[in-house]
């Protein structure tokens, strides 16, 4: 493998063996300019073929497959959602227009209303495809804060040990023992009623998983030759950690993330339809379940239906992907 | 003026009337005013002495509550586990034997959809063919409005038998089918994902190439040498998710309004009502702790090859 690490630059002094990604030494001390985006481009070269073979094995499983298709469809609904639902501009596009005229929901097939409406008029269309939007913004705030937060202590913890670590890991597990439904309700009642607060509360449990998973993993990198190497050549300790230590880590953490994507969501249409979360009238999925629970006696169905159905399409596409990526990732499956 | 989350207006009958006197008394009362560990050492020995306070959310005591609707919650967890296990032990041996068949793939694909499904909405839609569709079954609830049950032991199925009404019985089982399989469907796909891949695991030991070497015929290898083993682990799965059904079925328990823990919590921890939530926290706390010794006992008795401590 050496011969990857021997670079040979024009315009640079002799052959020198570094480590990708470093600084190259063209003079005694000096940094040559123009050198830094050759640098980045060398650094990213074999970090992209990596990605490149992951796709390709990707590519090969059906499941997988599925999963891509369903989580372009839903990037594109979330991120472009005046282009498939328009919005009149008045007030905030995420509570579904009512037009008090249709006082009573209409099934599926009316003109103007192609999966029916709730009451007052409330297109169910429209719900599904700004709910997306929500849902999307929603998981992927709570999923990076978690972990943020959960990979810099895990990291910490790990690296360190001793009682800090002993600190750390108690205080995470006072967060894991306690079942996460109820405190996040609780957390969610005493902030308010509405979305901001189930996103706090939500992330104030979320970040023990990671921080237990990514210790874990620290604990067994720590033992590595290499990080040992990195030691005897002068790195610092924060160096060491974010340098070398941090992406090897990852891998679990990124499946365990895009898997939460979804979990996250389904807990936060739960905390919806038992009434923390998004208030009433919102485009939020489990909230128009709620609504279209209040209905069930009279028999819209449609209410009830296509909400569950974007729900279980949003976590379908997020599990289907996990689990592709955790076979992928699977350093027994590559090469 | 109070803000939400003021202990002090849980103990206040008109909390925008209160005066400051009385807001003071309450506080002294219930040492609301001291730092928080004083309180808790408070709170805990009263709960060493059986008070763990009163819920504001059902009006008794909490040991009343939970003693009153814990029956509701054990049964239906009880009855969810068993068709989980029934249906996910089946599943997951077929599924390894026959590996990679069409089988084994339709299942997997199921098990990921099964996961995948909101529990409130499966609820909602088996509630709406099997009783406004089909009408087949009841909903909500445990039991008819018409039926007359006398309670005894407050587990229904129990009680009905004991009454001697087979139409009480049928109605009782008639109300617990669909919420037990709401709640069952998600354990399923797990236990049938434990099952596969530690019968996969088993499958390949060489036991089991003795076992065929042997001439013994492939049901007998299959059941009777790979299963126990693979048995084990999902063993551990079953036992805990147990105790998780037990600690909250949140969300099946309010789509089908049937009066347990869960749709207690739901409501104690919405109104902020402290001393349930304290309560219920506790006791998922032990039924945790519980579950997992039991299951640490049924493992070392299941394998021998584990010694206890």
């Known amino acids: 493998m050496t011969s990857k690490l021997n670079i040979r630059k024009k315009g640079n002094g002799p052959q ?15 940094i040559a300019k123009g050198d830094f985006l050759s640098d980045i481009k060398l650094a990213l070269k074999p970090r992209i073929r990596e990605w490149k073979f992951d796709l390709h094995l990707m ?3 059906l499941t997988s497959i599925m999963g891509m298709v369903l989580l ?61 939007r929500i849902s999307m913004v ?16 895990g990291l910490i913890s790990g690296y360190k040990g001793g009682i800090l670590d002993e ?6 597990d006072i967060f894991l023992s306690i079942p996460s439904l109820i405190l996040v309700m609780a957390i969610a009642a005493v902030l308010g009623r509405d979305l901001n607060s189930t996103k706090i509360a939500l992330i104030a449990v979320w970040w023990s998983g990671y921080t237990r998973l990514v210790r874990g993993q620290v604990l067994s990198i720590r033992e590595n030759t290499y990080i040992d190497a ?9 160096k060491i950690m974010f340098r070398h230590i941090l992406p090897n880590s990852l891998a679990p953490v990124v499946v365990s993330g895009t898997m939460d994507m979804g979990t996250v969501v389904l807990v936060m249409a739960g905390l919806s339809y038992l009434g923390l979360g998004a208030p009433h009238g919102y485009a939020e999925w489990g909230v128009m379940i709620y609504d279209g629970q209040a209905r069930f006696v009279y028999g819209d169905w449609w209410m009830i239906l296509f909400p569950g159905i974007a729900i279980l399409i949003f976590v379908l596409a997020f599990n289907l992907m996990g689990d592709g990526l955790r076979d992928v990732l699977d350093p027994k499956m590559r090469r | 003026m109070r803000a939400a989350g003021d202990p002090v207006s849980a103990y206040l009958q008109n909390p925008e009337k209160a005066t400051e006197q009385q807001i003071h008394l309450i506080e002294i009362k219930y040492h609301l005013n001291e730092p928080v560990y004083v309180q808790y050492w408070y709170w805990l020995r009263a709960v060493l002495q059986g008070d763990m306070g009163e819920s504001r959310t059902s009006g008794l005591p909490v040991t009343d509550t939970i003693m009153k609707k814990f029956p509701a919650t054990f049964e239906l967890a009880l009855i969810a586990t068993v068709v989980a296990v029934a249906a996910g032990i089946a599943t997951g041996t077929r599924s390894a034997v026959k590996a990679n068949s069409a089988f084994d793939q339709s299942t997997r694909l199921t098990s990921l959809v099964a996961v995948s499904i909101p529990v409130f909405w499966l609820g909602l839609i088996l509630a709406m063919i099997f009783y406004r569709g089909l009408k087949w079954l009841p909903y909500p609830g445990r039991i008819g409005v018409t039926s007359d049950l006398h309670v005894v032991t407050g ?41 596969r891949s530690s019968m996969l695991e088993v499958l390949g030991a060489e036991y089991v190439r003795t076992a065929r070497a042997k001439g013994l015929p492939e049901s ?12 084990i682990p999902t063993v551990t799965v079953v036992g805990l998710s147990f105790g998780g059904l037990l600690g909250g079925a949140v969300l099946t328990e309010t789509v089908f309004s049937w009066p347990g823990l869960g749709q207690w919590s739901a409501q104690a921890a919405t109104n902020l009502d402290t001393a349930g939530i304290m309560g219920f926290v506790l006791l998922t706390a032990v039924i945790y702790v519980l579950s997992n010794l039991i299951v640490d006992l049924a493992y070392a008795y299941l394998d021998p090859r584990v010694r206890l401590g």
């Open chain 1, 59 to 61: 590519s090969k499983s």
């Open chain 1, 167 to 172: 600190l750390i890991m108690r205080f995470t």
């Open chain 2, 155 to 195: 587990f229904f199925v129990v009680d009905s038998i004991l009454s001697g009404n087979v139409g009480t019985f049928l109605d009782v089982i008639k109300h617990l089918i669909m919420p037990s399989i709401t709640l069952a469907f998600a354990s399923t796909a797990i236990i049938v994902r434990m099952m």
């Open chain 2, 220 to 231: 007998v290898v299959i059941k009777k040498h790979a299963r126990r083993n693979a048995l």
């Open chain 1, 72 to 132: 372009v469809g839903l990037i594109i609904v979330a991120a472009f959602p005046f282009v498939f639902m328009p919005h009149n501009g008045r007030g905030d596009p995420f509570v579904i227009p009512i037009d008090l005229d249709k006082r009573d929901p209409l099934p599926p097939g009316t003109p103007g209303y192609p999966l029916g409406s709730g009451v007052d008029g409330k297109s169910i269309l429209y719900g599904m495809i700004w709910g997306a």
């Open chain 1, 230 to 238: 990195a030691r005897a050549s002068g790195s610092g300790e924060l």
């Open chain 1, 138 to 153: 929603f998981a992927i705030e709570v999923v990076l804060a978690g972990v943020a937060i959960g990979t810099v202590l």
């Open chain 1, 16 to 30: 020198q063996a570094r480590t990708v990604g470093g600084p190259p030494q063209a003079a005694k001390g000096k």
